[in-house]
């Protein structure tokens, strides 16, 4: 029973996190992220947000994880005020490595093809 609700306070969360980091957020490290993902304690203390960036290049990453480290705060706050939770979780955020995995894994099917 409890798994259900914090899948759907990860999703809100996931949802609320995307729209702060497009409206709120100036800062421009952080421009063209998407959250793709929040997993959840179980006790909704805290949550780690996964994201991506379209840039390859190692310094927009690491820029962008700079910028989320320091926009934490101002999204906190931002989900304070639009989420009714009695404690709003801790945020750790993480790049989402899946997508550039499932792109290296479809190139080595087409490559099997080819041959």
Known sequence: M??????RVGMEI???VNEILQKK???????????TDVQMLG?????KVYYTIMSELASDN???QTGLEKATGTIKRELGKNL???????L?????????????IDQMLRDLDKD
């Open 84 to 90: 009714k939770m009695y404690k709003i979780p801790d």
């Open 25 to 35: 957020v100036r800062d421009p490290r952080v421009q063209g992220i998407t959250i």
């Open 14 to 16: 996931k949802r609320e």
């Open 43 to 47: 006790d909704l203390s805290a949550a």
């Open 62 to 64: 690491q820029k962008a």
């Open 92 to 104: 750790t955020f993480e790049k989402d490595n899946s997508i550039e995995y499932g792109n290296k």
């Open 2 to 7: 409890a798994n259900h609700r914090v899948d």
